[in-house]
């Protein structure tokens, strides 16, 4: 009992044990404040305030957008024009599908295998914003993201993305200068989370979207990084929640399909949803361990019931000159 009880032990702890390490990044995201990178409201300057001109310049000035073709959309045609209007000084980069896949052809051509078998339209969306903003740097803004003040006190750092909701960052509206290591880090990984979970919202989410971002990102800060490799957050007060907030958030979701409503009940629940998994876990490992001992019990109550009438005893065997057989095969 006792070699079967320990190997039992062994065998969960192993799961268990690989389990938490598949989950680590995303259990720790459940609980990220983003506290320690956020950009602070008493750190950005107000519009038109004195103090934006004697801030550094690190991110160039420029605006990467993407969209199908050089048709936008109405609905974010007034988005996309408040951008332009603020910000007649930047250079501004709308990236259609042809000049996107030009563009990795020529730039890094061991990723354009893996760019055209992206299954959905999205995924190399999402791509092509990492590879821009590492290559050139600037600002990538989301069609659904208009602007409601000038950037330029965002062009002081390094890097940065937003902080989203229920937890981890977004990668709708983020910056960066050129080669930073962060972005770099985010195209090096895309190939290695390109996997199909054929529930399309989470091989998007996971494999190129917010969700695929804030790993890459929480496994990048976890061991520290230089001031130069410091990746900054946009809180949601600077984002979008104030009258001085940079961005104003226009009707988006265009690749969002039916699965999109689970998802997202389950992000709004997401704490209610962790306990009961840990509950059931715990509840199938006692659920197992019963079993494991009730079937124990019994092989081993079998195996101390007595011989009937009919069956030689070991002795008698020997004695009537049987030949003497091993202890296990009698």
Same mark, same amino acid.
């Given at each position: 009992? +006792? ?87 930047? /250079? ?11 563009? #990795?052809?020529? /730039? ?8 055209? +078998? ?30 409601? %003040? ?53 091989? #998007? ?24 490799? +410091? ?17 104003? =958030? ?24 962790? =306990? ?21 019990? +019994? ?14 005893? %070991? ?13 296990? /095969?009698?």
């Amino acid at each position: 009992m +006792r070699k079967g009880l320990i190997l039992f032990l062994v065998c969960n702890l192993l799961i268990i044990g690989f389990l938490v390490n598949f989950l680590f990044t995303l259990i720790t995201l459940l609980f990220e404040d983003c506290s320690a990178d956020a950009i602070h409201s008493v750190d950005i300057p107000a519009p038109n305030s004195q103090l934006i001109d004697s801030r550094p310049q690190l991110i160039p000035k420029i605006i990467h957008q993407t969209w199908q073709n050089e048709t936008v959309p109405e609905k974010w045609r007034k988005a996309q024009q408040s951008c332009l209007d603020l910000h007649g000084d930047y /250079e501004y980069q709308l990236w259609t599908n042809e000049k996107a896949r030009d563009f #990795v052809v020529k /730039e890094y051509p061991w990723f354009i295998e893996t760019y055209d +078998r992206y299954p959905y339209p999205i995924m190399r969306a999402d791509a092509i914003r990492y590879f821009v903003l590492s290559h050139f740097g600037g600002i990538y803004i989301d069609m659904d993201d208009g602007c409601n %003040r000038r950037l330029d006190p965002l062009l002081s750092y390094r890097a940065w993305v937003r902080k989203t909701i229920p937890t981890g960052i977004s990668n709708d509206a983020m910056g960066a200068v050129p080669q930073h290591p962060f972005f770099l880090r985010v195209i090096e990984s895309l190939q290695t989370y390109n996997r199909n979970w054929h529930v399309p919202y989470i091989t #998007v989410m996971y494999g190129t979207g917010p969700l695929f971002l804030s790993v890459i990102w929480k496994e990048y800060i976890r061991w520290g990084t230089t001031e130069e490799g +410091r990746v900054r957050v946009l809180m949601p007060e600077e984002y979008n929640k104030n009258p001085w907030s940079f961005f104003a =958030v226009y009707k988006g979701s265009s690749w969002h399909s039916s699965d999109a409503k689970t998802i997202f009940w389950m992000g709004q629940h997401w704490l209610f949803l962790t =306990v009961s998994g840990f509950s059931l876990a715990i509840t199938l490992y006692v659920t197992g361990f019963w079993i494991y001992k009730r079937l124990h019990l +019994r092989n081993a109550n079998y195996a101390e019931q007595p011989s009937p009438w009919w069956w030689p005893r %070991r002795e008698a065997a020997v004695g009537a000159g049987f030949k003497r057989l091993p202890k296990h /095969e009698v």
